[in-house]
């Protein structure tokens, strides 16, 4: 058993439970394990099974520990086939057989070559072997121990890579104190103890409306007065659930992820905040995830006081706690941002105020080493050695972590009642500081084990926005090859691999080998221009733009549309229309095809090649072989000789010899990186301290190391160069790994990632005003509404339209003003100009009216957006220069902007600079804000005695709908997956998942094949883009609702109203709502109401009778 690896012990115990929850048998009765049904247990998607809901918690966690062994790669049928025939003998010889085939618990049934199933000989106890096989893995001594403390009176040596990859030694010697003698050990770390299953929370509605009266106490002296109390029963006094009208009780499932869904402004961060108290009084642990750290920080302070209030009305016998949890990587920076926008009083220095205590005291913190370090250069903050001393050969922690405010929110989380966390933190974050969890310290705890841990339930506000943040986490970057020496991790991994055991260091040879064979191939052939990304009939566009040709990420199958114009031009593939599906199929029997072990069902038949085609083929075969690199030039060459007979012009067949080749060597870093990741991921429980660097390296970010592969099975790559400028010292080539089930993830966060990540089930209570949204492929939640409350004020949102035109003296007067799919040289003009023309012809007028009505008065503000800081910059611009302005403008700019000479900024005598963490104040100074949309979409409350203090937004660029965007990408095609599979499982998960599985590749390859331009993409995509596009401006309408106000929304880029093709913004939303399944209709009636009648009202669309 000590000698089985992870590899063969998740077979078996697959096996097993495939013999336990999927019983079948031979002809004579005799119990089968299937392979086929066995491979389920590597797939990590439990919903697909409708027995999943039904087994008990113990079975549960038995189930994910199996997943949690299980290699991604054996979830395919026929390679999990191939794992078990293998390890159940299936080549061993009659004269090869010893003692030990006596021992074996299964035996394969039927021909050992070609068998599909196992005879399992374990007494019918499939559990109990199950449980056998995963004690190893249960042991805590599996995982690393934090590092040892530096001692005191030694001298450490220091060092840290700059970012212009310079090296800064130092050395720190560690004083010695009367008590601080020996070194510190483990327990001095935080300590946290698992919550035991919670199972059902019951939450009561009243307990909250009684602890909003409590706390109201707060408001009595304020010019608001008491709020709270108002605010949530207003709220809770509306919503309903599956089969009430009136809810008594929030009743909160451990396992399940469950929705509240409620309009912006209504109370939802009410809520949220109260279930802080409600924890403390009732004894639970909770932790709120919210959007970002500035969320974090308002949180904290609003729940502390809370609480303090609690305290001392005696309703808590201790002071209960709450503690930010967050990343130290960037608070100094942080800290720095938030002290410059204190505003001291000159009668009180040193005295700053809310921001001070709320921000900069929870950002801020010093380091003691700096004192004792002797150092050839400075150590950035957020960069200092606290894990990184070196002495005797060891690696050793800074002594100064358990009193250091670096890491003093690690220590407070450990014993608070209320964590709060922001989404990223929680997907991505790791606990740099080592942790004792149930008594065991442990190095490289990740947030979102922390939190499941130490919380009895976990609350999400935005719920929709964390998961389009765990898309985005679905990627993560390496550095595949690079010219500055041993920083690409293939150079690394290979010689870690040499402190590997041998048995190890074998299965790591030809994956590390042939990864940096293709990726130092590629780069050097671009580098020594042996062949080009791209190719322009201009010769000026290179010198214009020196590394135009290596902006942005690219698929292998990037330039499959310009491939097949060049290669087979009887298709007459025009910019604007999808490429043939028989087109796509010939250009890939071209490519080698290096996965010979892929089983796609779904794939057509190889196409046979024509002679001429084969030998070009053959070629291309050559390249991606160890020797081919050295026969680059004559593999060109051959090449030539035969496309000469097919492109007779020798410019063109080049740059077609050119794509070739980058999608021949792409392709095969696509597998190899597979193979690699994979082989990388088997080292996970080998206990070798020498494999953590290599795991380390390849990990493929927070998504995947739970949930490895998306619906699709399989991962997506782009690539990126970098650095052509000056490609001797600085060009790098990186990928853009996406792997991973964000939707899953969310879905499952209570159930499977928790008893994958902490052994226990979390109850998961979300919040959001836009979790269902059936095409929004990043934001559309696939877990059950339970409470939800809609938006009944009529008449509350009015869209229209507000194209402007261009002005007498333009070249263009008269005609209307597009912004998106302008070129990018004209937009800077046309920005100005439809700055300067909307306020002359509109704004003016508006806010003067406004600002005349006693209703409107306090709200005569307007708020105009764009998709960049420098579009906004040119729009203000634009303002500045209108005739009468009579109104204040400001503009949202970066923090190192903000004092700075930009040239697309305005004179900030005439336009006022602000940042994000100024937004709350602008109606303190102005009236018209110009900012991007994804700044203020979301989060920001700019109210005035809890009022929205914005009338109306005007959209002056219509949001960035790219569909070769690679997370966008990723997230549509997992969703497409994900929507296939029936809603309550199926008794043959296997098969839901096959369908899945092709209904992913379906998708992308219909991305693939699609234009990218709005105007001819792809029908279903375009209703996937503007879905996502209307979650955002629904998001953005509840900016001017807050507190029962109405809004208007306009929509000035005329690319809204283009009705080229079809493709304003009205007919798609026409075309998106009568897609809608009659349940989705009623479904989004119910919860949005005027919300989403708004949108649909501006596209002649009546939802109510639709539903």
Request: hydrophobic share 40%.
């Amino acid at each position: 058993m000590s000698q089985m690896t992870v590899r063969d012990a998740f077979v078996r115990a697959a096996l097993a439970l495939a013999a336990h929850y999927f019983p079948q048998q031979d002809d004579d009765g005799k119990p089968l394990a299937s392979f086929r049904h066995a491979a389920f247990f590597a797939s990590c998607k439990p919903q697909a099974w409708e027995r999943w809901n039904e087994l008990g918690s113990e079975e549960r966690l038995l189930v994910a520990e199996v997943m949690k062994l299980s290699n991604p790669d054996l979830a395919d049928e026929k390679r999990f086939a191939s794992a078990a025939r293998i390890l159940l003998g299936a080549m061993d010889t009659a004269d090869e057989e010893d003692e030990q085939t006596t021992l074996q618990l299964f035996t394969l049934a039927g021909d050992p070559l070609t068998a599909t199933a196992a005879y399992p000989l374990l007494g019918g106890d499939y559990l109990g072997y199950t449980k056998s096989l995963l004690a190893p893995y249960r042991r805590p001594s599996s995982r690393r121990k934090p590092h040892d403390f530096a001692a005191p009176g030694q001298t450490y040596e220091t060092s840290e890579r700059t970012e212009g990859n310079e090296i800064v030694h130092g050395r720190v010697t560690i004083p010695r104190f009367p008590a601080f003698t020996q070194p510190l050990g483990h327990d001095t770390l935080p300590a946290l103890t698992t919550r035991p299953n919670a199972g059902t929370v019951p939450v009561y509605v009243q307990d909250l409306k009684d602890i909003a009266q409590l706390l109201d106490t707060q408001y009595e002296d304020t010019e608001a007065g008491p709020w709270l109390h108002k605010v949530l029963t207003g709220l809770l006094d509306r919503v309903k659930a599956r089969d009430t009208d009136t809810v008594n009780v929030l009743e909160l499932l451990a396992g399940s992820t469950q929705i509240f869904h409620a309009p912006t402004g209504t109370g939802k961060s009410v809520l949220v905040r109260l279930l802080g108290s409600w924890a403390a009084l009732n004894g639970y642990r909770i932790t709120l995830l919210v959007p970002d750290v500035k969320a974090t920080l308002a949180s904290v302070w609003d729940v502390s006081r809370d609480l303090e209030i609690l305290h001392e009305a005696g309703k808590t016998e201790h002071l209960a706690t709450c503690a930010p949890l967050m990343s130290p990587s960037s608070r100094h920076e942080r800290a720095l941002k938030h002290a410059s926008l204190v505003k001291e009083d000159p009668d009180a220095p040193g005295e700053w105020g809310k921001r001070g205590r709320r921000d900069v005291d929870h950002l801020a913190y010093g380091c003691a080493q700096q004192h004792w370090l002797d150092s050839a250069g400075i150590y950035r903050p957020g960069k200092e050695n606290c894990l990184s001393l070196r002495g005797g050969g060891e690696i050793l922690a800074c002594p100064w972590i358990p009193t250091c405010g670096k890491f003093t929110p690690a220590y407070q989380a450990a014993d608070a009642t209320v964590i709060v966390t922001n989404h990223h933190n929680f997907i991505q974050g790791t606990m740099r500081v080592g942790i004792q969890i149930d008594g065991r310290p442990v190095r490289s705890v990740t947030v979102r084990e922390f939190v499941l841990r130490a919380s009895d339930f976990v609350i999400i506000d935005e719920i929709d926005a964390f998961q389009a943040v765990a898309v985005d986490r679905c990627a993560t970057t390496v550095d595949l090859h690079s010219r500055r020496p041993w920083t690409a991790e293939p150079q690394v991994l290979d010689t870690a691999a040499k402190h590997l055991p041998l048995r190890f260091e074998d299965q790591l040879i030809e994956p590390v080998s042939h990864v940096r064979l293709m990726a130092e191939s590629l780069l050097t052939g671009l580098c020594t221009k042996a062949f080009r990304l791209n190719h322009h009939d201009d010769a000026r566009v290179p010198r214009l733009r020196h590394e135009y040709d290596y902006e942005g990420w690219r698929l292998p199958r990037s330039k499959d549309r310009e491939l097949i114009s060049l290669l087979f031009p009887e298709y007459q593939v025009s910019d604007g229309q999808p490429l043939p599906a028989e087109a796509i199929h010939r250009l890939n029997a071209l490519v080698p095809a290096p996965d010979l072990g892929e089983d796609d069902e779904t794939a057509p038949t190889p196409m046979l090649l024509d002679p001429e085609w084969e030998r070009v083929s053959s070629v291309l075969g050559a390249v991606v072989s160890p020797r081919g690199i050295n026969q680059r030039d004559a593999l060109k060459l051959r090449l030539h000789e035969a496309l000469a007979p097919m492109i007779s012009d020798g410019r063109t067949r080049n740059r077609a010899i050119d794509h070739l080749l980058i999608r021949t060597l792409m392709s095969e870093l696509d597998v190899s990186l597979a193979v690699l990741r994979d082989t990388a991921q088997s080292l996970r429980h080998s206990g070798l301290l020498s494999a953590n660097r290599i795991i380390d390296s390849m990990r493929s970010g927070g998504i995947a190391d739970v949930l490895p592969h998306g619906t699709i099975g399989r991962p997506i790559n782009g690539y990126r160069v970098t650095g052509m400028k000056n490609p001797e010292k600085d060009a790098k080539l990186s990928t853009q790994h996406m792997a991973g089930d964000p939707h899953t993830y969310v879905s499952e966060l209570g159930g499977l990632v928790s008893l994958i990540t902490a052994g226990v089930e979390r109850p998961i209570f979300g919040l959001s005003a836009t979790a269902y949204f059936p095409q929004a492929v990043k934001e559309h939640v696939h877990a059950p509404v339970m409470w939800w409350m809609t938006d009944a004020q009529e008449e509350s949102i009015l869209v229209e339209s507000s194209a402007v035109t261009y002005g007498n003296g333009h070249r263009k007067a008269g005609e209307r003003i597009p912004i998106a799919g302008q070129f990018p040289s004209d937009k800077p003009e046309a920005l100005r100009e439809i700055g300067e023309r909307l306020y002359e012809t509109k704004l003016s007028r508006k806010l003067t009216r406004l600002a005349k009505s006693e209703s409107t008065r306090t709200r005569a503000r307007v708020i105009l957006t764009a998709n960049s800081y420098e579009q906004c910059g040119h729009i203000a611009t634009g303002i500045a220069k209108a005739k009468g302005l009579s109104h204040r403008v400001c503009v949202l700019v970066r923090e190192e902007d903000r004092l700075s000479n930009v040239r697309y900024l305005p004179d900030p005598s005439l336009v006022r600079r602000i940042t994000v963490e100024e937004v709350e104040e602008f109606p303190q100074f102005g009236d018209i804000l110009i900012a991007p949309l994804a700044n203020i979409a979301r989060g920001l409350n700019i109210v005035v005695n809890l009022r929205s203090a914005i009338h109306s937004i005007y959209l002056c660029v219509r949001p960035p709908l790219i569909i070769d965007d690679p997370t966008w990408m990723y997230g549509s095609v997992n969703a497409a997956g994900i929507n296939s599979l029936p809603a309550s499982g199926a008794s043959d998960p296997v098969q839901a998942l096959q369908t899945a599985r092709t209904a992913a590749r379906d998708h992308l390859a219909t991305i693939l094949r699609s234009s990218p331009q709005l105007s001819t993409m792809d029908l279903v995509l375009q209703e996937q883009m503007v879905a996502g596009m209307l979650v955002s401006l629904i998001q953005l309408a509840g900016r001017a609702r807050r507190g029962g106000t109405n809004m208007e929304l306009h929509f000035v880029d005329y690319a809204f109203h283009d009705e080229t093709w079809s493709s304003d913004l009205a007919s798609i939303i026409e075309r998106m709502a009568s897609r809608w399944l009659p349940e989705e209709r009623q479904q989004m009636a119910e919860l949005y109401g005027e919300a989403v009648n708004a949108f649909l009202s501006y596209a002649g669309v009546d939802l109510a009778l639709s539903a």
